[in-house]
């Protein structure tokens, strides 16, 4: 639990950094996935899961919404 929460969070931070060249689309696909990555790890180790399971999805469901969101922001 502690290595999936670590890791999110590193991940987030290094997607904030990188993210000054990208259009607004690719931030928020960078960010959402980040995001996501943290929630989905999270949520797995509350209800007991495999926090890497619950980071991949977060991170597809979070890249995917955050794609969208940064499209519209355009």
Do not use: H, Y
Not at 6 to 14: C, D, G, H, M, R
Not at 40 to 58: C, E, F, P
């Amino acid at each position: 639990m502690n290595r999936s929460l670590l890791f999110a969070a590193a991940l987030t931070a290094v997607s904030v950094i990188g993210c000054t060249s990208m259009s607004a689309q690719q931030q928020g696909t960078v960010s959402g996935a980040a995001i996501g990555a943290a929630a989905g790890a999270g949520i797995a180790a509350i209800s007991g899961g495999s926090g890497w399971t619950g980071a991949a999805l977060g991170a597809v469901a979070g890249g995917v919404a955050g794609n969208i969101r940064g499209r519209q922001q355009k």
